[in-house]
């Protein structure tokens, strides 16, 4: 697509159940990576994608946070036993990894609105 | 965890008038990126300066960049009211061998263009 694309645009969901947040980046781009924003914050890095791979999972708080890309396009960032501190806004964002001598420019998604109650 | 720090956290300034927001960051970079936020939406990239240039102009915007000082300005001339929006700055570096490029965001500057 043109840009980036993220569903659902806002999710409420009670604490305790899961959520999937999925994630269509642009076609082409390699790299994809999602962030997390709370308000009056800026974006906190997640993970990162490089082809089907996470190639850097580090920003993950804890073990109810897990993402995939099977095919190397399409990804979903699943939470599961949702509390209510994991309420923000998820960001996913690509980029064609290597162009301009690997200074990369991430093009991100609208985002989607993740309350928690 | 962020490793920029904008500063100021806010500026309201009148339309016409010069806006300045600057960034300090605390390691090495391989270049620092600018974006914009409207309230409600997705990251826009601003502009790009890497770590061996000192200064960039796209526009209306200037950025500056002090690796010395770990330090980068952006300028917006001629504020317009539609540059009311939140910048934010981004370092990138690389890790895991040079292969990972990760770009870590600051807290941002929110910006108040009044007519």
């Known amino acids: 697509g043109a840009g980036v694309s993220q569903t659902p645009s806002n999710k409420v969901t009670e604490k305790g159940k899961y959520v999937e947040l999925r994630c269509d980046p642009i076609s082409g781009h390699t790299a994809l990576y999602w962030y997390r924003q709370s308000l009056g914050q800026g974006p906190e890095f997640l993970i990162y994608?490089?082809?089907?791979?996470?190639?850097?999972d580090s920003g993950l708080p804890n073990d109810r946070f897990f993402a995939v890309r099977p095919e190397g396009s399409v990804s979903t960032l699943k939470i599961q036993r949702t509390e209510r501190g994991d309420s923000a806004v998820y960001l996913c964002?690509?980029?064609?990894?290597?162009?301009?001598?690997?200074?990369?420019?991430?093009?991100f998604g609208a985002g989607s609105r993740l309350t928690v109650l | 965890s962020q490793q920029g720090e904008e500063d100021p956290q806010a500026l309201s300034i009148q339309e016409g008038e010069n806006a300045t927001m600057n960034c300090s960051y605390k390691t090495s970079i391989n270049n620092l990126q600018w974006y914009r936020q409207n309230s409600g939406r997705g990251l826009v990239h601003l502009i790009l300066?890497?770590?061996?240039?000192r200064e960039k102009h796209s526009g209306r915007l200037r950025v500056t960049l002090d690796t010395s000082k770990k330090s980068s300005s952006l300028l917006i001339t001629a504020s317009r009211a539609a540059d009311t929006a939140s910048y934010f700055c981004a370092t990138a570096t690389y890790g895991g061998g040079g292969s990972n490029y990760k770009l870590t965001f600051g807290k941002g500057t929110l910006l108040t263009v009044n007519p």
């Open positions: 964002a690509s980029s064609l990894k290597g162009a301009v001598s690997g200074a990369n420019v991430l093009t």
């Open positions: 994608f490089q082809g089907t791979g996470a190639a850097d």
């Open positions: 300066i890497r770590s061996n240039e």
